[in-house]
């Protein structure tokens, strides 16, 4: 019960009861390239690039969208994929020029699938913001201009 566990590591859930002990991160993945800051400067095919990990174990699959997740595919997984440890993944996309919204979701051994932020709100309220993995978004613009996706 020291000040960092009890501050760090107690989520506040949504019902306003308190999660406490959180040490372990479930499944969160990012996109790494493109990202803020990032410009595409040519249209066609890119590449999407990132990591993801869990602490529950291994990941099994990340799907990826380029539409704000209307539509998910699945990435490849670079090898090796290990227990408890980052994992690359990458896949194609195509760009020409108008406004997309890049995500990445994890999907860990045990089933478990990384929530958006809504969801995330909505299973441990507003104020479990330590452990946040929710699905974070990039948005590319007409010019080519990576930023985040929730500002």
């Known amino acids: 019960y020291s000040k960092e566990e009890t501050s760090k590591y107690t989520d ?18 990012i996109i790494t390239s493109p990202s803020g800051t990032h410009k595409l400067l040519r249209k ?14 291994k990941i099994k699959a990340v799907d990826v969208s380029v539409d704000g997740g209307r539509n998910w595919k699945q990435a490849s997984l670079d090898l090796p994929v290990l227990n408890k440890a980052l994992t690359s993944f990458r896949s194609p996309f195509d760009w020409h020029g108008e406004e997309l919204t890049l995500m990445s979701r994890a999907v860990d051994e045990t089933g478990y699938v990384q929530p958006t932020l809504s969801q995330l709100i909505a299973a441990r309220g507003r104020w479990s913001t330590y452990h946040n993995n929710a699905i974070q978004p990039w948005k590319v613009s007409t010019a080519g201009e990576v930023t985040n996706g929730r500002a």
């Open 12 to 29: 506040l859930m949504a019902d306003g009861r308190a999660r406490k002990f959180s040490f372990v991160m479930e499944a969160k993945s």
């Open 44 to 57: 066609g095919t890119h590449e999407l690039r990132g990591i993801a990990w869990s602490g529950h174990g």
